[in-house]
């Protein structure tokens, strides 16, 4: 056969070895013949990891430090000049809706007296003036701590560290130094980080079973087997459970943020459906095609089993390429989210095939209707089905198809365009969350920005004695009139005088566009032009401050994460496929599609387009990192179905080397089983949106809106339409750098070819287009 004809490396791949193949193969058949000692050693993985989460695992908390950042600089600054400052600070608000808070001084100032004595707390202010002092004029801007009504106060507490770190458990020291004041009729409510500590743990009971609802009507609907229906949602249930385990001990050795067990367990149910979704599916028409159980749960695991782990590296990769960002924070998301897909590819490769053995001929026994794998062709009929007919009409209008996609991936992308970057606030979350509360009482009775205080610090150790004063004339002279800030303090010198302090509140609150833009001015402009000419250093630190430096260092590092992964996964398809223009159209697509995610995702989220229907206070920003996790997790999503669709074609067109013909041939028998795992995968990720968390409702509307974009506008109209116009070009490769490329069978042609009988029905192996290529 001609270069032309087919791929280079083609004899190659016909003739080479079949041992680690093989390997694949019997790993599935000895599973599937000791079905008893597999179930039973996940069992006891299961219970065992269990038991040690419960004993030995952490807490999860969000630490946006970044060391190195000016706002981290800021802090070290205060804590060597005034240490009792130099902490995480957060708010107790305290409110009396009748009485001013004057009425209860005693209670609370035993509640500050409880408060310093606790472990971790660098101090505790107490908000109400001396006695006999007047209080707050109402006129001007008031910040606290005390309102000018005197009903609403908060007490500032400074930690050595950040309060949303600290176990659970601390806050019953909390609850019982603020116990005086609560019972003496004042309602109390944590605010900033230690509010944070203080919400509840989230619950994914709920969207799992939605998820597993749809997932059973989808598998039931499209296949008609009660068996194979349950199957693939007990085995992913159980390596999933196992893999937040896991995660859970890591937690206790390292720091991973709040929703990463929820990402875990969204990503790990997601994929583990799906890899076990397409290894029962080949096993079951190994079944009716007359194969024995345990030699067609070996051929699967062979053969499906091999796309999986190629699919799985994939997915695992797009989260490695996270660790790029240099920021430990969204790197650890990526690895946990990671440690999930590790135990659903485990599950899919040998606690399926240990089902498949367990089950036997039996798989169909409970039907809804005529039971189907691939086709819905019966045995000994061709399989022309309605796919078939479908790609057949894409081969006539390609151009039509490919530019419908384009436009509809286009006018989802459209809000994209707009997307404002920042962080989600504690007046996003649910009104039942004491730091929602909190902010709504600080938000009321002081402004908006009192919710996210400003420290601006001017380290003047290098500045002579003399010139010190004149500087902090300049200083307090820059500071006045600054746009976007309602108030800013004079600055005041530290204890040891080698350092001014100031704090500015600015007129929005901490999520606000304006709080940014106020931030990045007082750090860019104000302060550096107040002390040019001398040796004083600037900096502004805080909370907010901390998480304005991490939204500008995720923004600028996020073009790095996209070329990374699209580099890295268009490695990933050329080594697999050995097609230059079919890496390069997958690449493009993908980015196409999750651009159209990131609209979806700005339009409900940003604009507020059916924001509130799902449980979110008004428009708010997209979260920081949330594009450069959604970007990660949804190529390495969208390369599976890549993979186990062009794994067909590819196989196809080595065997006939039609190429139009061969994607006909592949969307017929892989439509069914891509389709069916896309909407068991949206339903698992749209079941998320009911988390009480933004984050994770933002991950799960994106994720299912891109793996729906993916399985409608991509597979159905973009790939068949490209695969068409690019012919037998798609699988061109330089003969140099084919033979540099590693081989891979993703799908296990030499394990068939050399292993598998004689089918029972004939067939011709060209599809019908002629001779096989020789």
């Not at 205080?453 to 004149?470: E, K, W, Y």
């Amino acid at each position: 056969m001609a270069a032309s004809r087919l791929p280079a490396g083609h004899s190659a791949e016909r003739t080479r070895p079949a041992r680690s193949k093989g390997r694949l193969r019997r790993v599935g058949e000895w599973c599937a013949r000791h079905f008893v000692t597999v179930i039973v050693l996940w069992l006891a993985a299961l219970a065992g990891l269990q038991v040690l989460d419960r004993a030995y695992g952490g807490d999860y908390s969000d630490n946006f430090a970044l060391p190195g950042s000016q706002a981290q600089e800021g802090l070290d600054v205060l804590r060597a000049h005034e240490p009792s400052v130099g902490g995480y600070s957060a708010q107790i608000v305290l409110h009396d809706p009748s009485d001013p808070l004057t009425d209860v001084r005693g209670p609370i100032g035993t509640a500050v007296s409880n408060l310093q004595g606790l472990p971790h707390v660098l101090s505790a202010e107490n908000p109400l003036p001396p006695a006999g002092t007047p209080p707050p004029s109402p006129s001007g801007t008031n910040v606290g701590p005390l309102s000018s009504d005197g009903r609403t106060a908060y007490i500032t507490v400074r930690f050595d560290v950040l309060p949303s770190t600290l176990a659970s458990s601390y806050l019953d020291g909390v609850d019982a130094a603020v116990q005086p004041v609560r019972a003496a009729g004042v309602d109390v409510e944590y605010g900033g980080t230690l509010g944070e500590l203080a919400r509840p743990r989230p619950d994914d009971r709920t969207s799992e079973a939605i998820g597993f609802g749809v997932a059973i009507l989808v598998l039931l609907i499209g296949f008609g087997s009660v068996v194979a229906a349950v199957m693939p949602l007990v085995t992913a249930l159980v390596a999933v459970v196992c893999g937040v385990a896991l995660l859970g001990l890591l937690a206790a050795a390292f720091t991973f943020a709040t929703v990463s067990p929820t990402l875990a367990t969204m990503i790990g149910l997601g994929v583990g459906i799906d890899y076990a979704l397409f290894l029962i599916t080949r096993h079951r028409q190994n079944l009716m095609d007359g194969r024995d159980p345990v030699f067609g749960a070996g051929l699967a695991t062979a053969t499906s089993g091999r796309a999986v782990l190629v699919s799985g590296c994939t997915v695992i990769i797009a989260l490695s390429g996270l660790w790029v960002s240099g920021i430990s924070f969204i790197g650890k998301l990526g690895l946990a989210a990671a440690v999930t897909v590790v135990t659903a590819v485990l599950g899919a490769m040998t606690l399926v095939p240990a089902m498949l053995g367990l089950a036997g001929r039996r798989i169909d026994r409970l039907r809804v209707r005529r039971p189907v794998a691939e086709t819905d062709a019966e045995p000994g009929e061709e399989a022309h089905g309605t796919w078939h007919r479908y790609a057949q009409r894409v081969e006539r209008h390609p151009w039509w198809f490919l530019i419908s996609g384009v436009v509809v991936l286009a006018v989802l992308a459209v809000p994209l365009l707009f997307i404002r970057l920042g962080h989600i606030g504690d007046g996003a979350d649910p009104p039942s969350f004491t730091d929602r509360r909190a902010f709504d009482l600080m938000s009321s009775a002081f402004g908006p920005g009192s919710n996210g205080p400003l420290t601006l610090v001017v380290d003047q150790t290098d500045v002579p004695q003399a010139d010190r004063s004149s500087l902090a004339d300049r200083v307090r002279s820059a500071l006045s009139n600054v746009p976007d800030a309602a108030v800013i303090t004079p600055p005041a010198p530290t204890s040891d005088g080698d350092a001014l302090l100031a704090t500015a509140y600015s007129v929005a609150a901490p999520q606000d566009e304006r709080t940014t833009r106020l931030v990045n001015h007082l750090v860019d402009d104000v302060l550096p032009q107040a002390v040019s000419g001398t040796d004083a250093r600037t900096y502004v630190t805080g909370t907010t401050a901390a998480q304005v430096d991490f939204l500008d260092i995720v923004s600028s590092r996020l073009p790095l994460i996209i070329a990374v992964v699209v580099g890295l996964a268009f490695i990933v398809i050329l080594i697999v496929f050995r097609g230059v223009l079919v890496a390069v159209k997958a690449a493009v697509l993908n980015v196409l599609s999750i651009a159209a995610s990131y609209g979806v995702v700005v339009a409900v989220f940003q604009w507020g387009w059916g924001g509130p229907a799902l449980g979110v206070s008004g428009e708010v920003p997209i979260e920081s990192y949330v594009p450069m996790m959604m970007f990660a997790i949804v190529f390495g999503l969208s390369m599976d179905y890549e993979i186990f669709l062009l794994s067909r074609v590819h196989e196809a067109w080595l065997r006939t080397g039609d190429p139009k013909a061969s994607v006909a041939h592949a969307l017929e028998i892989t439509a069914r089983v891509i389709t069916c795992a896309a909407l068991i995968m949206v339903s698992v990720f749209a079941a998320f949106i009911v988390s009480d968390n933004i984050v994770v409702k933002m991950l799960g509307l994106g994720l299912a809106a891109s793996v729906l974009i993916d399985a409608t506008v991509v597979r159905l109209l973009l790939v068949p339409a490209a695969m068409t116009l690019l012919g037998r070009a798609a699988w061109w490769t330089p003969r140099l750098l084919d033979r540099l490329l590693p081989h891979v069978d993703t799908e296990g042609e030499a394990e068939r070819a050399a292993t598998a009988p004689p089918p029972p029905r004939p067939k011709d192996p060209t599809g019908g287009h002629g001779p096989a290529p020789r």
